[in-house]
């Protein structure tokens, strides 16, 4: 790797025409920017990875095997470990599906089932206001909760079908690891009965 090596008080935020500061968290160099970015990019994904184990140590024991399959692609999209891949190691199969995505046109089916699921969320959302509202005692408690019930399952079930997503562009691939993220954040520890089933609540 070509670098220039800098002097003490050097300004990193200012590096010559075609070179970064490298590493990026504490630089003891200018390194040329390709070489550079791939010092950094393999360090995230280390990261990265380091982070998906963890996560994913003990899914076996705690849930069945497809449940534990999307968990672990829901997490692989959450830390950007495809993109990440793809980008340190052109031969990985990772790096052939983005460039196998990069050659498809036409709609990306995922942009319908993102916004069929945010308006999923959006309606359960709103009814389940109501009754989140009350206390389990007050008079239209369980109307309330009633009239949410249909519009939890068709959010759960549009939640889910994000997880089996095959987007077939990469604004596609971009927009499902944005709106997951999103959605993630939205959700919270707290379990709360949806559509006849005990999940995560989601924050509006």
Do not use: C
Request: aromatic residues 8%.
């Amino acid at each position: 790797m070509l670098a220039f090596t800098g002097p003490a008080a050097v300004d990193w935020h200012n590096p010559p025409p075609g070179f970064m500061a490298s590493p990026a968290i504490k630089p003891t160099n200018f390194a040329q920017i390709p070489q550079g970015l791939d010092m950094e990019l393999q360090r995230l994904r280390g990261i990265a990875r380091a982070e998906f184990r963890r996560r994913t140590a003990d899914l076996h024991e705690r849930m069945g095997h497809e449940e534990a399959q999307k968990h672990r692609a829901k997490v692989r999209a959450e830390l950007f470990l495809p993109a990440l891949t793809a980008a340190v190691d052109p031969g990985s199969v990772e790096a052939q599906a983005l460039a196998a995505l990069g050659r498809q046109s036409g709609p990306d089916p995922v942009f319908a089932l993102i916004e069929e699921h945010r308006a999923a969320y959006a309606e359960w959302d709103r009814l389940s206001d109501v009754w989140g509202e009350m206390a389990p005692n007050s008079p239209g408690y369980a109307e309330a909760m009633a009239a949410s019930d249909e519009p939890g399952k068709r959010e759960v079930a549009a939640y889910d079908a994000l997880f089996t997503a095959r987007p077939s562009t990469l604004p596609g691939v971009a927009a499902l690891a944005e709106y997951l993220r999103e959605a993630t954040n939205r959700t919270s520890t707290d379990p709360r009965t949806v559509g006849g089933r005990t999940g995560p609540v989601y924050r509006g």
